[in-house]
């Protein structure tokens, strides 16, 4: 379950960024024009907001694609099945120990 959290966490991480880049350029040209008088300055940040972009998407789609080949290891392998049933017993006991409480 850590390693899905992880990989859903990296995921969300790179769509994060993704969204959040075109924002801060928007963001330093509105400053670069109010302190310098132009957007001009500002334009020298656009190559490395585009490789850190480009490089957030393929972060992604690694991640991606290390979550579907690991989630379907954990089907393959019943993973899902087998916490159900180690967990299953407890729930049972938690749910009579709360009907029991409740009366």
Known sequence: MKEIQDLLGEMHDCDVWQAYLPHFLEEERVHTQDYFGTPDPAEEFVPGLHALEGDRRQQRLRSYYMFRRF?????EKGIWERIRAAVAPQLEESTLDTEEEAR
């Open 71 to 75: 989630w379907e290891l954990t089907q």
